[in-house]
């Protein structure tokens, strides 16, 4: 059985009750359980972090053995050289993930540093963005 985990970085825990009319009003919690309903062919897992190190720690354990990664890395997306770098370090392939069309907000938002190292993004198509990741994960 693939085992892919989801990794959703800073503020993703509040999914449900931040800004609703930009990242919806469903739990993570509750979009995990219709993933896991989709998708009874896959091992999911799903870790949460508002902490960067927390964030690079469960992909350098995961990293090696796992089929694919699901990342959200949230604003640590467009700040964090480490993360980027535990990205590069691991053999697992990586889906960026983006709930918000991150190209429609503010500036700061269109810069990546971690896309140069994963296979492809994801952008802008709401919590279903999650299950075409693992979808194309499963088409490796
Ligand atoms: C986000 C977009 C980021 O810019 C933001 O910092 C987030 C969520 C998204 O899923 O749309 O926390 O990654």
């Known amino acids: ?4 985990h989801i990794i959703n970085g800073p503020n993703l825990n509040l999914l ?8 919806g009003s469903q739990t993570f919690e509750a979009y995990f359980a219709t993933l896991q309903a989709a998708f009874p062919q896959v091992r999911l897992h799903y870790f949460q972090s508002n902490h960067e190190g927390a964030l690079l720690d469960y992909i350098h354990e995961h990293g090696f053995r796992a089929d694919g990664f699901v990342l959200n890395a949230g604003a640590y997306t467009h700040t964090s050289i480490a993360l980027a770098d ?12 983006h709930i918000s069309n991150v190209y429609a907000r503010e500036s700061f938002r269109h810069h990546s540093f971690i896309a140069a190292v994963c296979k492809g993004a994801i952008v802008g198509l709401g919590l279903r963005g999650y299950a075409l990741a693992i979808t194309a994960l499963l088409d490796e």
């Open 16 to 23: 449900g009750r931040r800004q609703p009319e930009i990242y």
């Open 1 to 4: 059985m693939k085992e892919i």
């Open 86 to 97: 535990a990205i590069a370090g691991v053999k697992t392939p990586v889906i960026e993930v």
